[in-house]
């Protein structure tokens, strides 16, 4: 955790302090100037309960191994009995009468009490190679369980990602609806002093109040939009209570980067995907194990060797056995099973059967893969379009709004004009700062279509 902390105050640029904080374990958040997705993805891979969920089945993955590798290894066992047994009456004069042919004064106690003790070590020399594609299929499925963790946190990553872009949006949503506030605040205070000077009219400052008005709805819903949209990404990135620090903000919407605007390869891009993508590579390992589970099944049709080696004591009377009253034995055992009823032969094709399915889905999700890369790459390719040209109509807007303002303080211009003029500029606005995110999201859509983003959070990881 310090280390996570510690590589928040480097991507955050954190102040002195705050790197104290984070080199103690303490969350940084709350001295960040400016929340960056890197950082969040961060904070999410570390805290996310889903992650650490995933995590624990790793653990439980891991320990099926050994249980597994464990079969290679001698079983050894220890036993004691003490037996209290009272001799019918036939049994009590038989044992009597065979006593007494050695010892005339023999007695025979009744009830008699017989105390006993064994050690017994037994290996499996040979099992049909059961053992080995047991151990395989165990290491297979410990490897699905590393890649099923990936995955939660390519899925977590995507989601924090959206989340992120969401509240970017509303916030630049709302400094959109916060500078038409304060055009139309400018415009007011002009017409009254038009107004007052005998060369305004009251309907045009009755106008501009109504859009400020119109400008702050616009900014409240907006600012609804980002506090639900932060309290979704608070969620997912594990911070306590959902809740979001007070004093931390999002890292603003920056124009889009040369690097942002190249065109992706869709002949590198997919077969990236399929050596990265977590949910590929964990169908991958599932056919392995099941492959592993079939040759396991074979086993049955072989032979099983057994090695044992008990040493056994029993005294009657007395618990305090010694030396004489053990023997031992070296026991080879070997065991064929002729008919079973059919069920080995049932568990064989079972298996079969799994492995066909495991390789059918393999086949699917990588038809499934394919295609998401392709949809993302079009996707991208549509947003750096869209991107282009509403930066191009932005900029048309924002000087067709400028002229049209400084026509109707010159009195050529009518109030109506000016209106849509500074509309048309909000919404122009918009929609660039929409296109800007979509472009955004759209690389790292790409990004998750790949399997990139874990390459990207695994790197900026100490």
Known sequence: ????????????????VAAAWASDGAPPLEAMQALRLETALAVAVADNPSVEAAAARMAQARERVVQARSRYWPRLDAGASAIRRSLSETDRTGALAMSRLFDPSAEVADPQEIYGANLTLSWTVFDGFQRKFSVAAAENARLESDEAHREVIRLLLSAVAGAYHRAQLA???????????????????????RHEAGS?????ILNFEVQVNAARFRWIAARQEYDTAIAALAALMGLEEAAFPENATLAPLVPET????RTPETGSEIPFAMSHRPDVLLREKIVRRVEAEVSAAKGAFYPVVELAGTVEG????????????FGNAVILRLNYNLFSGGADRARLREAGARLREAEKNLEDRRLSVASEVRDAISGLKAAQEGLRLERENAELVRRNRDLVEKEYQAGQESLVRLNEAQRDLTQARSRLALARVSLQQAWYALDTATGNSLEIIDSSLP
């Not at 400094?175 to 205070?189: H, P, S």
């Not at 005294?315 to 004489?324: K, M, N, T, V, Y």
């Open 258 to 261: 040369e690097v942002e605007m």
């Open 171 to 193: 916030r630049a949503n709302a400094a959109i609806a916060k500078a038409d506030e304060e055009f139309n605040t400018r415009q007011v205070r002009d017409a009254r002093i």
């Open 200 to 204: 305004g009219s009251l309907s045009a």
């Open 314 to 325: 029993e005294r009657e009377g007395d618990s305090g056995l010694e030396s004489d009253d």
């Open 1 to 16: 955790m310090k280390k996570v902390f510690a590589l928040l105050s480097v991507l955050v640029g954190l102040s002195p």
